[in-house]
């Protein structure tokens, strides 16, 4: 009972410090865009995810923001 108790505790402090990821991780994504070298199905993919990250983060789902950030800096090879 005691371990369920303190992972329900851990995700609930962890939400706000993936709430202030979020906006840095679009931050080096957008700089990544400006002299990224990929091919046109790619640079649409990372935009794409790009724009779900940010949809995800300002609906409050941080964690679906996070990892669709992280495919795209994955894709910018960052």
């Known amino acids: 009972m005691k371990m369920l108790v303190t992972a329900g505790l851990l995700a609930i402090l962890a939400s706000p410090v993936?709430?202030?990821q979020c906006p840095t991780d679009m931050a080096a994504i957008d700089a990544a865009l400006a002299t990224a070298n990929l091919?046109?199905?790619d640079l649409a993919r990372v935009k794409e995810l790009r724009a779900r990250?940010?949809?995800e983060h300002a609906?409050?789902?941080h964690q679906a923001s996070?990892?669709?950030?992280?495919?795209?800096k994955t894709l910018l090879g960052l």
Request: hydrophobic share 60%; no cysteine.
């Open 53 to 55: 990250g940010e949809a």
């Open 59 to 61: 609906a409050g789902n």
């Open 66 to 72: 996070v990892d669709a950030l992280a495919e795209a």
């Open 18 to 20: 993936l709430a202030f």
């Open 39 to 41: 091919s046109a199905e």
